[in-house]
């Protein structure tokens, strides 16, 4: 535009407020991410496996269908902690894939492209950006594990009774922090490896590799050293543990203060790699 003409007005609209600036990211990523066809349906399959829950909590508090098709209650036919860790086991699985498919490209994409300093020259921190990348997963997740699993919880605690709710409402808070420390770490993991590895293949092979190797390294280190400290840099066996430490069952031998430690490790590992690769600038030499 000509400077002569004088026509140029800066902007006089409604500012984006800074604590939700970083939410401008997921709301363009989804746009791409929902084109295709599998993440749509594969996110839809993530929803099978609590519709079933839910099935299965109505059933077994319908009398009526259950002397239909004479069907005895027996002791494995209760809601209790172990249903919902298998549930958070089955859908963190789900977690882990939907994880494999959208995280690798979250950053590689914009480092490739060298369009990192297009964001951070605007009034945008790199805890911002992180922060607009780590949402758009953490959403995703989101409404594949906690979110369901309090409906069901909401489901049983309306057809068990408010007695119920009251003995087991310590339950709701295992699910939603159990569901959120596994999302935090699928986020932290995707986002350094996405970071560090351009190509998004390598990336999502590397992210199934951090998981199966390192399953297969504990196993060996207990064999050889006998001892139950291997399992420590195993995520999953990690996972195993606080989750049932969450919701009231025993699952393996390691302790919950150790467990912990072991995940604040691995994403403290994490934020640094992801600290290193995210400047607003790089030198080429």
């Known amino acids: 535009m000509a400077v002569y003409k004088r026509s140029y007005r800066g902007y006089a609209g409604e ?3 800074e604590w939700s600036r970083f939410l401008v990211i997921p709301r363009y990523a989804y746009r791409t991410l929902f084109q295709s066809k599998m993440l749509v349906a594969f996110f839809v399959l993530c929803f099978v496996y609590p519709l079933a829950c839910a099935a299965f909590i109505y059933v077994i508090h319908n009398l009526g269908f ?5 069907i005895r209650v027996t002791d494995w036919m209760v809601v209790n902690g172990k249903f919902f860790l298998v549930f958070l086991h089955v859908q963190g699985v789900m977690a882990f894939i939907l994880t494999a498919f959208v995280g ?14 297009l964001y951070l020259c605007r009034p945008f921190s790199r805890t911002e950006y992180v922060l607009g990348k780590m949402s758009v997963i953490a959403i995703l997740l ?10 069901l919880f909401i489901i049983q605690s309306s057809l068990e009774g408010f007695g119920w709710f009251q003995q087991d409402v310590w339950m709701a808070g295992g699910i939603f ?12 993991l995707a986002l350094a490896l996405s970071a ?75 934020l640094f790699l992801l600290a290193r690769k995210l400047k607003a600038f790089e030198v080429v030499r």
């Open 196 to 270: 560090w590895v351009r190509w998004k293949l390598a990336a999502s092979a590397l992210l199934l590799a951090t998981f199966f190797v390192a399953a297969g390294f504990s196993q060996l280190i207990d064999d050889v050293l006998h001892t139950k400290k291997g399992l420590l840099i195993n995520l999953v066996g990690v996972m195993e543990t606080i989750w049932g430490k969450l919701l009231g069952v025993h699952i393996t031998d390691i302790s919950f203060p150790a467990a912990c430690c072991s995940l604040g490790v691995a994403m403290a590992v994490c």
């Open 177 to 188: 922090l159990g569901a959120w420390i596994w999302i935090l770490v699928l986020s932290f």
């Open 142 to 151: 989101s409404m594949i594990t906690w979110v369901p699993g309090l409906i």
């Open 15 to 17: 500012m984006t407020p």
């Open 104 to 117: 690798p490209s979250l950053i590689s994409a914009d480092l490739a492209n060298s369009a990192l300093p």
């Open 66 to 70: 259950l002397a239909t098709y004479r």
